[in-house]
């Protein structure tokens, strides 16, 4: 999934709710991504892609991947001897990432998959890596959301998981809170997204933090997870493994 993730429109949303707009959004879901990051997701999903140590020949996972870049991203680093699979409960975002996987062809297969993160329609130890960009924070079940990944997961395998974050430091946490108020809103605004995308703020004063997030992963069955902060405790990136020393 992009760079901005519009929150489900209650404090408890059900899968229903949540698939619902993602399908709606998906129309605009890229343009506003890009204007909205000042294009800047995109260095941020090529950090995750090298922090889950994917490699020539392996096969991937990217969950909830929305319209495709980050699973094409993946595609590159397993090379043309590898393969991804690219999973979403979107039906609309999943075939504006086959449309992109047109234009920009990848060097390895991309099976573009519907399925929910919370029930992955894979055997136990399939993946060699995954990833999954902006999709952990709109899970109606995080814990389980980890837990399958783990299961899918083959031993010694990592997943980078990208996402939001609260940062620490005041002035930080009041330059995002800005940003919300005044670009992020306004914008979705412009584009009939108000709705969807007014209750980013809140889904973020939900969303475990980093320490927080290891906690969850350890419970889930990983031996290894490390939180890395990025852009200043914007955002961040937790790496997560099961029998295999992160770097």
């Not at 929150?7 to 343009?31: C, G, K, M």
């Amino acid at each position: 999934m992009g760079f901005v993730q519009p929150s489900p429109p209650t404090v408890t949303p059900t899968a229903t709710e949540v698939q619902a707009i993602f399908n709606r959004i998906a129309p605009v879901y890229d343009d506003l991504n890009q204007q909205l990051s000042l294009g800047l997701h995109q260095v941020w999903k090529r950090m995750a892609v090298r922090w889950s140590g994917a490699k020539a020949g392996d096969t991937g996972l990217d969950l909830c991947c929305g319209s495709g870049d980050l699973a094409i991203m993946l595609a590159r680093q397993v090379g043309p001897t590898g393969r991804v699979y690219g999973v979403d409960f979107s039906a609309e975002l999943l075939a504006a990432a086959r449309d992109r996987s047109q234009r920009q062809p990848p060097v390895c297969p991309i099976h573009w998959t519907l399925g929910d993160a919370l029930d992955l329609p894979f055997a136990d130890h399939t993946f060699d890596a995954a990833t999954m960009g902006y999709g952990l924070r709109n899970l109606t079940d995080i814990p389980q959301g980890l837990a399958e990944l783990r299961r899918v997961l083959k031993p010694g395998a990592k997943a980078a998981i990208l996402d939001f974050h609260r940062p620490q430091e005041g002035w930080i946490a009041q330059f995002q809170q800005w940003y919300l108020d005044t670009v992020v809103v306004p914008m979705a605004r412009q584009m009939g997204l108000t709705d969807e995308y007014a209750y980013i703020a809140p889904s973020l004063d939900r969303f475990p933090v980093g320490p927080e997030q290891v906690a969850l992963a350890r419970q889930a069955g990983f031996t290894q997870a490390v939180h890395y902060p990025i852009t200043g405790g914007l955002m961040g990136v937790l790496v997560v493994s099961h029998g295999h020393e992160l770097v």
